[in-house]
């Protein structure tokens, strides 16, 4: 059976120079443009983060790196057919990105579901789930890769819909990678027979040739730290340092990662540490599914998904800032926003040192914004919490809290409590909208050393959130504020003085127009 797509499938030259100039008369192209063009005026719709050109779109997907560009495909919805295609995008710097025609389409599969891309010394490989199929392989060679072609064999894991408990796998989006003895996939799923009792679990595959591929067990070992009805979906494992990372999103609790070694030999990832990106529900805007590529020199690129918390015309998917994770001592991983992010600056404000008097407020009367970066570096001190508030009206109704809060978070052991930190980010009051769907904050363990400074770099981008702290911790959620007036920024110490040894904030500028 065939399930061909509405959408005309072009065939494009197979020179830079061709490839652009068609793109400038490309149908699907123009199309985008007068989309994006008609979409700019959504108060939410964000400038300085990708999103999609028209309609939804779902997974990030098959994330490369390929003749001085990078690739970023997702799951698109073209409007003549509201069936899974693979969107692209294009950069040179993770920062501005340019669309480009729909990379894939469904054939012989009915759904071109998420995957993963393999970059080849001569080509590059797309793996997917094809609903209908099973797991399905497409090749491109060319310099943007707009011409892709299935290979023989496809689907070369058939799906099994209905496979059963006790069944030995379930396919799902599966991860291509390259080892020593040739290719492996790895498909996501889960532990047990009942969503409420399952662990995450992923499946490997292994093939010398693409076409004909074994079964080689369960992946993961060892793992002690997901919760009970967790999913392994849209796994992607890539070194990182000495390491090995398998990044996947739960559907249950949303983008996490292991890090353990990987056994090539017996086909097995020994895990020993674990962390989120995702701190409360997926849904309502929360850190849904990721994708990630290496950065050829053992680190890794990540950008994940968002989910919304309001329906938008036109559109209602977005991605996050290219994050880039690196193995520091023991198993901590640095997280840090792409480095391109700061080509974005515009105008700016400066705060020098300044105290922070207990239980004020203190309002940056010149730092205003909903498209706008702030770093500040701050001195807690003794204060049991400091908080900034962003996206503030000027009645207070609306605002979007972060917080530090010293000791804010008790861990029960068999001996005595002990507590940690914890930095939150609350959007309980970030909207008066009634549409807007609720959601609790999200809460993350967060410990400064001692005489440490707390280092927030926020980024704000009309109806997301993104925060770092002290390049260790990563946390963003969506917000719909409803009036025009809430702009505002804000600060506070509780309990105690704290003090902002420096503030500094920037307009941000709009990839998709010319400044």
């Keep these: 059976m065939k399930f061909p797509s509405k959408v005309t499938q072009r065939t494009y030259a197979t020179t830079l120079e061709e490839q652009l100039e068609q793109l400038k008369t490309d149908e699907l192209t123009v199309r985008f443009a007068k989309s994006r063009q008609s979409l700019s005026s959504d108060r939410y719709r964000p400038i300085y983060h990708y999103v999609n050109p028209e309609g939804p779109s779902n997974d990030p997907n098959g ?3 390929w003749q001085d560009r990078y690739h970023l495909f997702y799951q698109q919805y073209p409007p003549e057919d509201r069936r899974q295609h693979w969107g692209h995008a294009v950069s040179e710097d993770l920062v501005h990105w340019q669309d480009l025609p729909i990379a894939i389409y469904p054939d012989i599969e009915e759904k071109c579901y998420s995957g993963s891309a ?20 497409a090749s491109s060679s060319d310099p943007l890769l707009l011409n892709w072609e299935k290979i023989p064999g496809n689907p070369v894991i058939p799906e099994n819909e209905t496979a059963l408990p006790g069944d030995p796998y379930k396919i799902g989006d599966p991860c291509l990678w390259k080892g ?11 532990y047990g027979q009942r969503l409420v009792d399952s662990r995450p679990l992923a499946h490997l595959f292994f093939s010398e040739d693409l076409q004909n591929w074994t079964y080689r067990g369960p992946f993961i070992e060892g793992d002690v730290f997901t919760t009970a009805g967790e999913d392994c979906a849209v796994p992607y494992f890539w070194p990182i340092g000495d390491k090995h990372m398998l990044i996947f999103g739960s559907h249950q609790r949303g983008s996490q990662y292991l890090i353990g070694d990987w056994d090539e030999d017996a086909g097995k990832f020994r895990t020993f540490d674990h962390d989120r990106f995702c701190f409360g529900p997926v849904n309502n ?12 020199n053992g680190g890794i690129y990540i950008m994940h998904m968002l989910s919304h918390g309001l329906d938008t015309k036109g559109w209602n998917g977005m991605m996050s800032l290219p994050t880039h994770l690196s193995m520091q001592s023991g198993n901590d991983i640095a997280m840090e926003p792409a480095s391109a992010v700061e080509k974005l ?4 404000q400066h705060i020098n040192e300044t105290l922070l008097p207990a239980n004020r407020n203190i309002d940056l009367e010149n730092v205003r914004g909903d498209a706008i970066e702030l770093v ?15 996206l503030r009206s000027s009645d207070g109704t ?15 052991t068999k001996g005595p409590e002990t507590w940690h930190d914890v930095l939150v980010i609350d959007t309980c009051r970030t909207s008066l909208l009634p549409e807007v769907l609720a959601r609790p904050p999200e809460i993350a363990n967060f410990k400064l050393a001692d005489d440490e400074l707390l280092e927030l770099r926020i980024f704000i981008d009309k109806s997301i959130v993104e925060v770092f702290a002290n390049d260790r911790r990563y946390m963003t959620v969506r917000v719909h504020p409803s009036r025009e007036d809430s702009l505002g920024v804000r600060m506070r110490a509780q309990g105690s003085d704290a003090i902002l040894v420096s503030l500094d904030a920037w307009q941000m500028k709009n990839i998709w127009t010319k400044e």
């Design 63 to 65: 994330f490369c790196y």
């Design 118 to 137: 393999l970059v080849e010394q001569d080509r590059v490989l797309a793996c997917y789930h094809g609903t209908s199929a099973g797991t399905m392989i």
């Design 180 to 190: 020593r003895k040739g290719y492996y996939s790895l498909s996501g799923s889960q």
């Design 285 to 296: 805007g929360g850190v849904n599914a990721p994708t990630a590529i290496p950065d050829g």
């Design 345 to 348: 600056r515009r105008e700016s």
């Design 376 to 390: 500040a570096r701050i001195q807690p001190r003794n204060a049991r919490e400091v908080c900034i508030e962003v």
């Design 398 to 412: 609306e605002t979007t809290s972060i917080r530090y809060l010293r000791n804010g978070g008790a861990v029960k």
